[in-house]
């Protein structure tokens, strides 16, 4: 334990598992992990900063979510494999019900010019922050073993072959990612 965070605590049951994951569930849309450190760790204080890590690199390796990796093994920590599935149900559950009538809602809806017009809208934002990101991730291209052309080629060629050309991109990704994975291992072989 940390001296930061002596005095670490146990949740009270599978139950608590189940409410704190929904409330963190419902607490951002497309990745709660900075939260699930806050709630988990400062808040709850159920782990120290140190056992956060570890758990989460361990979930970043296992197939899946990595916050519902991260509370499938908060919850076996404490209450086994009931307390798994009540940490898993809380991250899913709401949210699902939350989907599945946003769904209805849209089948119902979707003809309205006022909610075609919305969801054209949130297009748009969604291709903005996905735009932004990029960029903010472009620097990195800089040092990495690829570079800026190269990267800049896979991608102009990957917009072709799945905009223009119609290729399903499951196909596009594998061919080009196995020719950026095999020109990042020869320049790093040349480079050592």
């Not at 929904?22 to 204080?45: H, K, M, N, P, S």
């Not at 932004?132 to 102009?156: C, D, F, M, N």
């Not at 060629?157 to 223009?164: E, G, K, P, S, W």
């Amino acid at each position: 334990m940390s001296d930061d965070q002596p005095d670490l605590r146990t949740p009270a049951s599978p139950w608590e598992l189940f409410t704190t994951f929904t409330a963190l569930a419902l607490q951002g849309f497309g990745g709660v992990l900075a939260v699930a450190q806050r709630v988990l760790c400062e808040q709850r204080r159920w782990l120290s900063n140190e056992q956060f890590v570890e758990i989460l690199a361990i979930g970043q390796v296992l197939p899946g979510p990595n916050v519902c990796n991260v509370a499938l093994m908060v919850g076996d920590r404490f209450f086994g494999w009931r307390g798994a599935f009540a940490a898993l149900a809380g991250m899913m559950a709401v949210p699902l019900v939350i989907v599945l009538t946003l769904t209805t809602a849209y089948a119902q809806f979707a003809s309205v010019p006022a909610v075609a017009g919305a969801l054209r809208g949130m297009g748009a934002v969604a291709a903005g922050l996905i735009a932004g990101t990029a960029l903010k991730l472009v620097q990195g291209l800089r040092v990495g073993p690829l570079g800026i052309p190269v990267s800049t080629t896979l991608a102009v060629v990957a917009f072709l072959l799945v905009a223009i050309a119609r290729w399903p991109l499951v196909w596009v990704l594998l061919g080009l990612g196995i020719v950026g994975c095999s020109v990042a291992a020869h320049r790093l072989r040349a480079s050592r």
